[in-house]
């Protein structure tokens, strides 16, 4: 039972957030100058595009966008990811989607708490991509038992965070006083720390098991390893990097530039070299892992959608067998998505795509007889009923495994035997994880269900 003294999870998501954005900025320079050049981009895209610009208007994206943001973190045991569940929880951030990253030689598996409702996501979608090493991975037996030792001594979260995630599930939420205590306390779960648990044996033991296995075991915390704005205009942002000085990756992951944005394209500047400190006598050591990342979100797309995409990038990456890595990949990218429907009458019409729909201002006041049963497309035509496409809040798993493999900072390609576990992740996290696609078809089909309403009242 909420008292009026609480603040809204929205509220807690947000003041993270911003908090998460001013670390960021302090511990990663160049995440600074990320933002102002995504910042440019994104004015320059909305000057040159004013239908865009009043879509997004009318939407109530155009607002979200300066502050929509992305991170990811990796953690070491079940313990970890089902305390950081009831952590982003406190703040309205829920599991959805399960990513097996195995298929791509990473040996973790993921979700992305975010917000769920239309109305959170506007208020401020921040997700955090969320990763569990799957120690069982590991081929040494002996290392992964020292692994699991190493992570069983460690404490990620602050004594006072855990008091304040008990009493949020007890009271139903913060007032604003221990909301700001409890975003500082959060704060210190994803904090850089340049000093690591182990000697530099075991970092470079666990290092040769798989990178990402010193990364996820040898610190205090896992340190978030990146922070992602959102542009309008990804070719543009990617563009602008070098002379910035940033060290772009070369191709952006995801669909190709099309009229109609789909799903999610991202590109990274690649991880920064850092100094650490061993423990024991050989204490001088560097880590990469902390990088840049900017995303451009497209339309969501339906389960026939997604299949058409997944087969069309599968086409493109199986030459070769070079993935993206392959020459003139952007050529080919573009070549083969032709054949995925560039228009959004045509995305709707053939079931790929999914969109928010309303009466227009014409629809609002005058709804004809015919109206009531007639096909939305129809009412479209006359122009009483628009259809928004509802933006992908997710991530895409092939995508996922790029920008992880950009970011090691090794060559290495490790083969696994790959295999989903989502029923081992979600026993892990103590929680079923929601399906993505179920949440954009539930969004659709409430908007019509208002038009609907709407209509058969205008006639009643
Ligand atoms: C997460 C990489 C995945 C994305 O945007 O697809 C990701 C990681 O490196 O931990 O953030
Ligand atoms: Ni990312």
Redesign the pocket.
Known sequence: SSSPRLVSADEIRTRFSRAMSEMYRQEVPQYGTLIDLVAEVNAQALQADPALRERMARSGELERLDVER?????VGTAEELATLRRLFAVMGMEPVGYYDLSVAGVP?H?TAFRPVHDDALLANPFRV?T?LLRLELIADAALREQAAQILKRRQIFTPRALELIDQAERDGGLDSQDADAFVQQALETFRWHSDATVDAAAYEALQKAHRLVADVVCFKGPHI??L?PRTLDIDLAQAGMPARGMDAKDVV?GPPQRACPIL?R?TSFKALKEAIRFTGADSAGAHTAR?G?I?QRGVALTRKGRALYDELLGLVRCIDNAGSAAPDYDYRLQQVFAQFPDTHEELRNQGLAFYRYSLTEQGQARSPQSAADADLEELIAQGLVEAEPITYED??PV??????QS?LGGEEQKQYQAHAAQQVFESALGARVHDEIALYEAAQQQSMARVRTALAGALA
């Not at 992305?70 to 990796?74: S, T």
Request: hydrophobic content about 45%.
């Open positions: 992305h991170g990811a973190i990796r973790v993921s991509f990763s390893n990146h992602t992951e999610l991202q990088f990342e995303e991530f895409l995508s996922a495994a790029g920008i992880f970011n």
